[in-house]
Structure formats: structure tokens, C-alpha cells
């Protein structure tokens, strides 16, 4: 006996239920009509594709090569339908969060699509920009001009109730936009910037041109007060070095994009002032307070600091916490939490990775020595960042190596003890940057991919492909070099441990690692 049984499932918040059941017969009619085999056969050719253009190769670890494949699995899951309704933080696995997603798509999930799937990544930015004017009422309501997106949806509306680790992180905004510019500049496509972007821009820079102010006594810098970063042990404090950098590079673009519109689209330039109401005066006060951005950083320990208060705060008693009362969050009231140097997850160590040039090398050691201590493993989204700066400064790879296995394990071994909710998304995005990123050494600057790569200690080889505007790279690293070669395009430069190359077609190009 066979039993072949078609279900259809179909979802729109905006049709009646009436035309979604008739949606739901006509594409279960068509399933039945066409036949199992032909629903085989298209799933077939997705996954050949998506594998094709996503896979990474680790060779020397079966096991470890599964645990890559299944969170790169994980991720294709979460982002096949993201256009109109995002990417949840538990994708489709589970009931945790809601179905709400956060900041951690643009952050943690959206680089992997941008070089691998851009397609997929400007449909979630779409979903973004079609959030705006509700950002826009958001901002409204609590006293401020400009958008403010949410720090957790499902619909465009605010849905946390904890102001303190919720709406206070206004560093979602600056996070979309980064996300923004990281998709244009990887992709070229302009005319989504003037189509979607430079709204998006405009309407976040303005927030943060009425959050902050110029500060006599910080010498006449432009402090942003009362917020929270990602680290969700530390609330409300003035002038969290991530979100005033993000802030800064938020507003810097804003005016950048505006005035390249000004210079090349005279039309479009002419919509964003009519459905904005910009004016030169904003223009000019954005890079006023970009350039006067006030960064804490102690002179003496040559440090920069997570907020202007984080260093008169007591250490907390990591040697006398048992490791049952980790996360924290579930054992310790928050305002303890927040009168400690605690973090819950990766904060100045983000930004090192995101703004890496506004750092020397040895800032960012001297960053990651302090604040990594420091550092629970109470979130999901902090091992991979970690991953990839111990990757890029640490003496060995012993401590990457470290956070990566954490990384690529967190659902399969169950690490947080929550997997019955739902997978971690970001996390399998965190799995994908840990590799490209942290071991690959990849890095965008001024138009060019550059590449670092270290080979693991678990790994025998380590291949991956990116595209970046018209080119698709295969990177093969082995304990002999790096090699490099161009599958789509004609050529492509690339900087490979400070080199500029040129990569062409059908001319592979093999480099010694560092």
C-alpha cells in the first residue's frame, strides 16, 4: 500500500481567508496533477544549487564537515520565503521568540545571503524598508524624529515589553543601515540604494541626530545617552562605543548616499527630499556629529571602553559562580547584573569586527584580552565574533578554534539547552562568518575583498566560495597556501596578507599562508 498525501500552506496578513483557501486548492490541485516525482525533482535542483554556491568544504573532520553542512542547511531553511516576512531567530524549527526576529538577521545572517544568495539578501532588506513608516510611528512614539526600527517584530511593531534590553538598543538602527551599505557595496546594485536605501538612511541618521547631543563638558563632542548595546548585562548607559561607532557610521553614509543621488539621479534625489523633507541644514549637522563622535577610551590602560561607566563597575565573581547558575540572566536580577563588569555577549569585540578599520591592531588586542574574560557564554551570538577576532590576532589559533567548536555545536550537542525551542539561526550564520571570516580571513575595504586565511589545526583543507559584484571566488586553503580562482567573471582584484592581486578567469592564483 502507498499513500501519497499533498498539503498546501499558504499566508498573507493582508487577504481573506476565503482567497488563501482558494490559493490552497489550486496549488494542491497542481501538486496532485504533476505528481510527487516533479515536487522531487524541484527540491532536487534547489538543493544542487544551493549547495553548488553555498557549501563549505572541510576536509580531515568528517564529523565536524557534517555540523558545518547541517547549520549552512539550517540557514537555507530559514531564508527560502524571506521576502515579506523576514528571518525569525528559530527560522521555521520551533515555537521560541515567537516568530520574532531581531537584529541578529541583518548582523549574523545577512552576510552569508550577501555572498552566496544576494537575491535572498535584498528581499530581506525590502522587508525592512516596507517597516519603514511603521519605524517611522515607532520613533513618534517615544519622543523622537525619524525611524526607529524595532529591536524585536514579526509585523513592523515593537513587540518587547522591556524597554531597558529592548527599545533602549537603538543600535538597531544603525545595524540595518550597515547591513544596507555591506549589500549595495558587495552587489552594486544602486538602484535599490535610491529605490529603498537612502530613505532608510535619511530616516535612521535622523534619529540619531535628536538622540545625541553636543556635550561642553566632553569638550563639544556628540555624546548618545541612556542607551543599551548588545551586551544585554549593561543597560542604559551613556556612550556604548558600539553604538556610538555604528551611530557615526550611520550618519556618515547618510549624508554620503544623499549627496551621490544629489550628483547622479536627480529624480530620485527630488523624491527623497519630497518624502522626507531633507534639507542641506540636516546634511551638515550629520557630519557635524559624526565627525565630533565621542568614543570612551582610557589613556591609561590605551583601552577603548564598553561605555563611559563600564570601568568603575565591580568585576563580577566568574571563580565563585557555579556553572548551574550560568545564564545568569535566569539566577541574577538584572540590576546586579547591571552594577557588573559582565557581558553577556560580544559588545567592543563587535565592533572591532564590523569597523575594523577604526582600529589599530593593537587596539584590537588589547580589546579582546580585556573584554573576553569578561564574556559568559549566555548568548548565542557572541562565539563566532569571538572566533573570528581571536583568528585575526591571536598568536595561534587555539582560542578560535575553541569558540568555532562551540559555534558549530550549539544545536546539535544542545549546548544552551533550549534546541526543543527551536534551532539558533544566527548562530548557523555565526558558523558561516566563523569560517569565511575568521579562518578565511575575508574582509571588505574600499571596494576590494581582502583575505587573511589561517588553516585549523582540525582541518586539512578549507574551501569556500563568495560572490562579490559580477564575480564568483573559489578560495582552497591547505597547509600549502591559498588558492584562488575566478568560476564566474572575467577579473577580480583581491589582497591577499597585504598583496594586491588579480585574479582572471581560468587562471588560478596560489599564495603561502602568513
Given at each position: 500500500?502507498?499513500?501519497?498525501?499533498?498539503?498546501?500552506?499558504?499566508?498573507?496578513?493582508?487577504?481573506?481567508?476565503?482567497?488563501?483557501?482558494?490559493?490552497?486548492?489550486?496549488?494542491?490541485?497542481?501538486?496532485?496533477?504533476?505528481?510527487?516525482?516533479?515536487?522531487?525533482?524541484?527540491?532536487?535542483?534547489?538543493?544542487?544549487?544551493?549547495?553548488?554556491?553555498?557549501?563549505?568544504?572541510?576536509?580531515?573532520?568528517?564529523?565536524?564537515?557534517?555540523?558545518?553542512?547541517?547549520?549552512?542547511?539550517?540557514?537555507?531553511?530559514?531564508?527560502?520565503?524571506?521576502?515579506?516576512?523576514?528571518?525569525?531567530?528559530?527560522?521555521?524549527?520551533?515555537?521560541?521568540?515567537?516568530?520574532?526576529?531581531?537584529?541578529?538577521?541583518?548582523?549574523?545572517?545577512?552576510?552569508?545571503?550577501?555572498?552566496?544568495?544576494?537575491?535572498?539578501?535584498?528581499?530581506?532588506?525590502?522587508?525592512?524598508?516596507?517597516?519603514?513608516?511603521?519605524?517611522?510611528?515607532?520613533?513618534?512614539?517615544?519622543?523622537?524624529?525619524?525611524?526607529l526600527f524595532p529591536w524585536r517584530t514579526i509585523n513592523g511593531d515593537e513587540a518587547s515589553a522591556y524597554y531597558a534590553a529592548g527599545t533602549a538598543q537603538y543600535h538597531i538602527n544603525a545595524d540595518i543601515a550597515y547591513a544596507l551599505v555591506h549589500y549595495v557595496r558587495a552587489t552594486n546594485d544602486s538602484e535599490f540604494m535610491a529605490q529603498c536605501g537612502?530613505?532608510?538612511?535619511?530616516?535612521?541618521?535622523?534619529?540619531?541626530?535628536?538622540?545625541?547631543?553636543?556635550?561642553?563638558?566632553?569638550?563639544?563632542?556628540?555624546?548618545?545617552?541612556?542607551?543599551?548595546?548588545?551586551?544585554?548585562?549593561?543597560?542604559?548607559?551613556?556612550?556604548?562605543?558600539?553604538?556610538?561607532?555604528?551611530?557615526?557610521?550611520?550618519?556618515?553614509?547618510?549624508?554620503?548616499?544623499?549627496?551621490?543621488?544629489?550628483?547622479?539621479?536627480?529624480?530620485?534625489?527630488?523624491?527623497?527630499?519630497?518624502?522626507?523633507?531633507?534639507?542641506?541644514?540636516?546634511?551638515?549637522?550629520?557630519?557635524?556629529?559624526?565627525?565630533?563622535?565621542?568614543?570612551?577610551?582610557?589613556?591609561?590602560?590605551?583601552?577603548?571602553?564598553?561605555?563611559?561607566?563600564?570601568?568603575?563597575?565591580?568585576?563580577?565573581?566568574?571563580e565563585n559562580t557555579p556553572p548551574e547558575n550560568y545564564p545568569l540572566l535566569l539566577h541574577y536580577h538584572p540590576l546586579v547584573l547591571y552594577r557588573h563588569q559582565v557581558i553577556k555577549q560580544a559588545d567592543v569585540v563587535l565592533a572591532t569586527f564590523l569597523l575594523g578599520d577604526a582600529f589599530s591592531y593593537e587596539d584590537k588586542r588589547r580589546i579582546l584580552?580585556?573584554?573576553?574574560?569578561?564574556?559568559?557564554?549566555?548568548?548565542?551570538?557572541?562565539?563566532?565574533?569571538?572566533?573570528?577576532?581571536?583568528?585575526?590576532?591571536?598568536?595561534?589559533?587555539?582560542?578560535?578554534?575553541?569558540?568555532?567548536?562551540?559555534?558549530?555545536?550549539?544545536?546539535?550537542?544542545?549546548?544552551?539547552?533550549?534546541?526543543?525551542?527551536?534551532?539558533?539561526v544566527a548562530s548557523a550564520g555565526g558558523t558561516w562568518m566563523a569560517l569565511v571570516n575568521g579562518f578565511g580571513g575575508m574582509r571588505e575595504r574600499d571596494g576590494v575583498l581582502w583575505f587573511r586565511p589561517r588553516l585549523p589545526s582540525r582541518m586539512k583543507r578549507l574551501a569556500f566560495k563568495v560572490r562579490y559584484k559580477e564575480c564568483m571566488l573559489a578560495?582552497?586553503?591547505?597547509?600549502?597556501?591559498?588558492?584562488?580562482?575566478?568560476?564566474?567573471?572575467?577579473?577580480?582584484?583581491?589582497?591577499?596578507?597585504?598583496?594586491?592581486?588579480?585574479?582572471?578567469?581560468?587562471?588560478?592564483?596560489?599564495?603561502?599562508?602568513?
Amino acid at each position: 500500500v502507498r499513500i501519497v498525501k499533498y498539503l498546501a500552506y499558504h499566508h498573507d496578513g493582508d487577504e481573506p481567508t476565503k482567497e488563501l483557501m482558494f490559493r490552497a486548492k489550486q496549488t494542491l490541485e497542481r501538486a496532485a496533477a504533476e505528481g510527487v516525482r516533479v515536487a522531487r525533482e524541484e527540491q532536487r535542483r534547489f538543493l544542487e544549487d544551493f549547495w553548488e554556491r553555498s557549501d563549505v568544504i572541510v576536509e580531515g573532520a568528517p564529523l565536524l564537515q557534517q555540523a558545518v553542512r547541517f547549520n549552512l542547511f539550517q540557514l537555507a531553511q530559514a531564508s527560502a520565503r524571506v521576502e515579506g516576512y523576514g528571518i525569525p531567530a528559530k527560522g521555521l524549527t520551533g515555537r521560541g521568540y515567537e516568530g520574532h526576529y531581531f537584529w541578529d538577521a541583518e548582523i549574523y545572517t545577512l552576510p552569508f545571503l550577501i555572498h552566496t544568495a544576494p537575491a535572498l539578501a535584498k528581499n530581506l532588506l525590502r522587508h525592512r524598508y516596507r517597516m519603514l513608516d511603521k519605524a517611522r510611528q515607532r520613533a513618534r512614539e517615544v519622543n523622537e524624529r525619524g525611524a526607529l526600527f524595532p529591536w524585536r517584530t514579526i509585523n513592523g511593531d515593537e513587540a518587547s515589553a522591556y524597554y531597558a534590553a529592548g527599545t533602549a538598543q537603538y543600535h538597531i538602527n544603525a545595524d540595518i543601515a550597515y547591513a544596507l551599505v555591506h549589500y549595495v557595496r558587495a552587489t552594486n546594485d544602486s538602484e535599490f540604494m535610491a529605490q529603498c536605501g537612502a530613505e532608510i538612511l535619511v530616516e535612521t541618521a535622523r534619529l540619531w541626530a535628536g538622540l545625541g547631543v553636543f556635550s561642553e563638558r566632553k569638550g563639544g563632542r556628540f555624546v548618545i545617552n541612556g542607551v543599551t548595546g548588545p551586551d544585554e548585562y549593561s543597560a542604559l548607559v551613556d556612550n556604548n562605543t558600539f553604538t556610538n561607532l555604528m551611530a557615526q557610521e550611520n550618519l556618515r553614509q547618510a549624508a554620503r548616499v544623499v549627496k551621490w543621488l544629489q550628483d547622479t539621479d536627480a529624480e530620485a534625489h527630488a523624491q527623497l527630499v519630497e518624502h522626507t523633507g531633507l534639507d542641506d541644514a540636516e546634511l551638515e549637522m550629520w557630519e557635524k556629529a559624526a565627525d565630533l563622535m565621542y568614543i570612551p577610551y582610557d589613556e591609561e590602560l590605551r583601552l577603548f571602553l564598553q561605555d563611559d561607566g563600564f570601568l568603575d563597575q565591580e568585576r563580577w565573581d566568574f571563580e565563585n559562580t557555579p556553572p548551574e547558575n550560568y545564564p545568569l540572566l535566569l539566577h541574577y536580577h538584572p540590576l546586579v547584573l547591571y552594577r557588573h563588569q559582565v557581558i553577556k555577549q560580544a559588545d567592543v569585540v563587535l565592533a572591532t569586527f564590523l569597523l575594523g578599520d577604526a582600529f589599530s591592531y593593537e587596539d584590537k588586542r588589547r580589546i579582546l584580552d580585556y573584554y573576553d574574560p569578561l564574556t559568559t557564554s549566555d548568548s548565542s551570538l557572541s562565539e563566532c565574533i569571538q572566533c573570528i577576532m581571536a583568528a585575526e590576532v591571536g598568536d595561534d589559533l587555539r582560542a578560535a578554534e575553541e569558540y568555532f567548536m562551540d559555534v558549530v555545536g550549539i544545536d546539535l550537542a544542545d549546548a544552551a539547552g533550549n534546541v526543543r525551542d527551536g534551532i539558533h539561526v544566527a548562530s548557523a550564520g555565526g558558523t558561516w562568518m566563523a569560517l569565511v571570516n575568521g579562518f578565511g580571513g575575508m574582509r571588505e575595504r574600499d571596494g576590494v575583498l581582502w583575505f587573511r586565511p589561517r588553516l585549523p589545526s582540525r582541518m586539512k583543507r578549507l574551501a569556500f566560495k563568495v560572490r562579490y559584484k559580477e564575480c564568483m571566488l573559489a578560495v582552497d586553503i591547505t597547509e600549502r597556501g591559498a588558492e584562488y580562482a575566478l568560476e564566474e567573471g572575467d577579473r577580480m582584484t583581491i589582497v591577499h596578507n597585504g598583496e594586491t592581486m588579480s585574479v582572471r578567469r581560468a587562471h588560478m592564483l596560489q599564495r603561502p599562508l602568513q
